[in-house]
Nanobody
């Protein structure tokens, strides 16, 4: 089993910043992709940003230029630096990771989610 634990959510005013962290633990052989998704009330979960083990990143158009995803492979941790936050960024943010628990067994895990609220 691979567990993902997120931290760093909270309440912030429009234009403010937050940094989310997600640490993976458990029986991990290797991690391929790590990423952040979000789900606002009444909406489907959507991709925010992903990063591969080699450092290649992708972003949703709505967050490009404002959010930055990064990872520390040695610590099995992924981060999301969020700047210029807008009320429409309000959502529960989920961490996701996929990889191998053995050379022949894959895993895909989700974190429990952390609330981000952008409001004055």
């Amino acid at each position: 089993q691979v567990q993902l634990v997120e931290s760093g959510g909270g309440l912030v005013q429009p234009g403010g910043s937050l940094r989310l962290s997600c640490a993976a633990s458990g029986s991990i052989f290797s991690i391929n992709g790590m990423g952040w998704y979000r789900q606002a009330p009444g909406k489907q979960r959507e991709l925010v940003a992903t990063v591969t083990s080699g450092g290649t990143t992708t972003y949703a158009d709505s967050v490009k230029g404002r959010f930055t995803i990064s990872r520390n492979n040695g610590k099995n941790t992924v981060y999301l630096q969020m700047n210029g936050l807008k009320p429409e960024d309000t959502a529960v943010y989920y961490c996701n990771a996929d990889g191998l628990v053995t050379p022949f067994r894959v895993f895909g895990s989700w974190g429990q989610g952390t609330q981000v609220t952008v409001s004055s």
